[in-house]
């Protein structure tokens, strides 16, 4: 992977669409790293990635270390003011349910040619080829942009299944090397079931869509969207009783009878409404339902339209019937969940990347975060800590040890999750990376592959050439008073 050791990236191919691909490039080929041991490691076998040993990967040595764990960081009331502010402050969030009625084409035309503009970098598909000028002409020609009208009334939908967002309307995987197949720059992020969306745009061939959701706007397969009023669609968002997804994943009892809501995987954070009155004795699409949960959930109709239909979710699946209470036990219990899933750019293979991961974290406390690192660490509505050129080494360091659990830390293209310090108060983390780089006992940089979540330190970790990471911060955040 050559220049691409990076981080967990976080910063898509739309996001960056006002950058030129040469300074994309230039981005992404950072390196990080993790090095030997800073502190005396506790009484356990090596995990095989320098500092880390095998206690290390367990939530409850950190939680042993925490000071009061089990405070309250932020209650309900506090956390949904705090989301509030995001949608009145941060503008990569979009308030979809106060959409004015009507939308004008320069709306729309804001919104496609953000993310849609024309690669200028060379693209590689999965065959190590160049993707061509034609191939390029018709991917422009495939936004349909001449179609958008002068004025549409605002539409509405639901996402019925989890569902890849991407920069054109295709499936068509390319890269920026042809030997690198795993960072496909056309995917942009994933939608999951229940997420409301606004209808803006077809493409030409009228099998996808350009929606806006809350927290990205970009295209999705059309059958991923069951279309219905705005009172249903928001509705079904404020549905209660309700149940949240407090696993890296859940996923429902497979069904031949209703395939629309069989074995529909359900990400961390998913809220889905109760059927609280189903009578205990009548079947759910041919299963009794004293072993699960009867969920509703949205499917789309024959027609394209929103419907709704009962589903089971296994009782042992982990669920709450709440979002957890905002604690560092808890944060830590919950980033500790995905520890060892695979590194997946945009939410690809089924999983997740590094932004990704930190807001599906929070999430399961009710907590929004933007979706991605340039927006997350920048945002206005959290609790942040700002770094600048002219902040030393050692004043970084200084910062570094008063940091909390849970708080997050950014560098360009990357975001890690703070766990707790070894005895010398310098911070361990977690993080969805690619890969890291580390200098061994005679100070040669050595990188080698973690491709998922991980546990690192910070302080030792390097970039580039072997420049310290910690020269490279410029924010933290603070999901905090």
């Not at 693209?123 to 993707?131: H, I």
């Not at 079931?193 to 061939?205: K, Q």
């Not at 709440?322 to 944060?331: E, F, H, I, R």
Request: aromatic share 8%.
């Amino acid at each position: 992977m050559t220049g691409l050791w990076a981080m967990g990236y976080g910063l898509r191919a739309g996001t960056l669409a006002r950058l030129t691909w040469t300074a994309r490039a230039a981005c992404f080929a950072l390196a990080i790293a993790v090095a030997g041991c800073a502190s005396a490691p506790p009484a356990s076998a090596p995990s095989g990635v320098p500092g880390v040993q095998q206690a290390q990967l367990q939530p409850e040595f950190w939680i042993a270390q925490a000071t009061r764990p089990d405070s309250l960081i932020l209650d309900a009331n506090a956390i949904a003011a705090q989301n509030t502010k995001l949608r009145q402050l941060d503008r990569s969030v979009h308030d979809v349910e106060h959409l004015p009625a009507t939308l004008t084409a320069a709306d729309v035309n804001r919104w496609i040619s953000s993310l849609s503009s024309r690669p200028e970098q060379a693209l590689f598909d999965a065959q190590g080829r160049e993707v061509n000028a034609q191939t390029l002409d018709e991917l422009m020609t495939s936004i349909n942009a001449e179609a958008v009208p002068a004025s549409q009334s605002t539409r509405y939908g639901l996402v019925v299944r989890r569902a890849d967002v991407r920069t054109f309307p295709t499936r068509l995987r390319v890269f920026s090397t042809p030997d690198n197949t795993d960072v496909d720059r056309f995917q942009e992020s994933a939608l999951f079931p229940g997420t409301p969306v606004a209808i803006v745009h077809a493409s030409r061939d009228g099998q996808w869509w350009f929606v806006v959701s809350p927290l990205y706007a970009a295209w999705i397969e059309k059958n991923a969207v069951a279309e219905g009023s705005a009172a249903q669609v928001f509705g079904y968002t404020r549905k209660s009783p309700y149940l949240v997804v407090t696993g890296a994943k859940a996923r429902t009892v497979y069904t031949p009878e209703r395939p629309e809501v069989s074995d529909l995987q359900l990400e961390m954070g998913v809220r889905v409404p109760v059927v609280s009155d189903w009578p205990a004795d009548k079947p759910v699409n041919g299963q009794h339902p004293y072993t699960a949960h009867v969920i509703e959930l949205p499917y789309r109709a024959q027609d394209g339209s929103l419907s709704f239909t009962p589903a089971l979710l296994p009782r042992t699946d982990d669920v709450a019937a709440d979002y957890l209470p905002l604690t560092q036990s808890n944060v830590l219990r919950q980033g500790f969940k995905f520890l060892g899933e695979r590194y997946g750019w945009g939410h690809s293979y089924n999983t997740r990347d590094c932004s990704g991961f930190v807001s599906e974290v929070y999430r399961s406390f009710g907590v929004q975060l933007p979706r991605n690192t340039r927006d997350q660490g920048v945002s206005p509505a959290l609790n942040r800590i700002a770094f600048t050129a002219d902040d030393t080494h050692e004043a970084r360091l200084a910062i570094l040890r008063q940091l909390h659990v849970g708080d997050l830390v950014y560098i360009p293209g990357h975001v890690m999750m703070v766990i707790g310090h070894d005895d010398q108060g310098l911070p361990y983390i977690i993080h969805d990376t690619t890969g890291i780089s580390y200098r061994d006992g005679g100070g040669d940089i050595i990188r080698a592959h973690l491709n998922g979540v991980s546990v690192t330190q910070l302080v030792p970790l390097l970039v580039g050439d072997g420049q310290p990471m910690i020269d490279r911060i410029y924010s933290v955040q603070r999901i905090r008073r």
